[in-house]
């Protein structure tokens, strides 16, 4: 069992940064993938970015090099540093981890097993 817990969400203008954390319980953390979605309201949740256990990182194109996924294994805390944010970012971000995660489907909600509760996100224009 896997406990994922959220943090570092806010309010910031647009342009600006903001750097998500996720720190994981368990003592397997550096066998797992990790990713990260979000929902806006009124929206499907949709994928941001994931890491593999292995450091293979894959991003929603419209985040690609403005958003970076990264993982410390010691500190079992996946983290999504967020720069250059649009208003189009304003959402709810959940981090979420997979025993089995398949680097061709990590984009699919279906490749994770544990969720966090989630973070707000809102990027003001």
């Known amino acids: 069992q896997v406990q994922l817990v959220e943090s570092g969400g806010g309010l910031v203008q647009a342009g600006g940064s903001l750097r998500l954390s996720c720190a994981a319980s368990?003592?397997?953390?550096?066998?797992?993938?990790l990713g990260w979605f979000r929902q806006a309201p009124g929206k499907e949740r949709e994928f941001v970015a994931a890491?593999?256990?292995?450091?293979?990182?894959y991003y929603k194109e419209s985040v690609k090099g403005r958003f970076t996924i990264s993982r410390d294994n010691a500190k079992n805390t996946v983290y999504l540093q967020m720069n250059s944010l649009k208003s189009e970012d304003t959402a709810v971000y959940y981090c979420?981890?997979?025993?089995?995660?398949?680097?061709?489907?990590?984009?699919?909600?279906?490749?994770?097993?544990?969720w966090g509760q989630g973070t707000q996100v809102t990027v003001s224009s």
């Open positions: 979420a981890a997979g025993g089995s995660l398949r680097s061709d489907y990590a984009s699919l909600d279906d490749e994770y097993d544990y």
């Open positions: 368990g003592r397997t953390f550096s066998r797992y993938g």
């Open positions: 890491i593999t256990w292995d450091g293979g990182t």
